[in-house]
């Protein structure tokens, strides 16, 4: 059965910190994005990292404040949120995808129409 299950988030003042986990099961993968959805707006993507190695990649809103990092022997996927702002609120979801390799870890893994497989979602508020 394919599972992707997010944790971690929360209620934090702007400024504050979050980690936010993904556990995925069930499939095979090898790229895993991080996307938040506020309300009223579409789903944006905000991190993504391959799998076998290389550098992640992220979008310029949270670029310098989040760390996304993956563990391949946990199936675990997480993200460091730093230095929050509210205007990071919004539903975080992890997906997760089996991608030519060279995609993963550039734009093209930060968007929702290459990843089939999404977890629930786990909410972050960020109050000023």
């Known amino acids: 059965q394919v599972q992707l299950a997010e944790s971690g988030g929360g209620s934090v003042q702007a400024g504050g910190s979050l980690r936010l986990s993904c556990v995925a099961s069930?499939?095979?993968?090898?790229?895993m994005t991080w996307f938040r959805q506020a309300p009223g707006k579409e789903r944006e993507g905000v991190a993504n990292i391959y799998t076998g190695g290389g550098r992640p990649y992220y979008a310029d809103s949270v670029k310098g404040r989040f760390t996304i990092s993956q563990d391949n022997a946990k199936n675990t996927m997480w993200l460091q949120m730093n230095s929050l702002k509210p205007e990071d609120t919004a539903t975080y979801y992890c997906a997760a995808a089996f991608l030519v390799p060279t995609t993963c870890g550039t734009a093209y893994a930060l968007q929702s129409a290459n990843f089939p497989r999404w977890g629930q979602g786990t909410q972050v508020t960020v109050s000023s």
């Open positions: 069930g499939w095979q993968y090898n790229c």
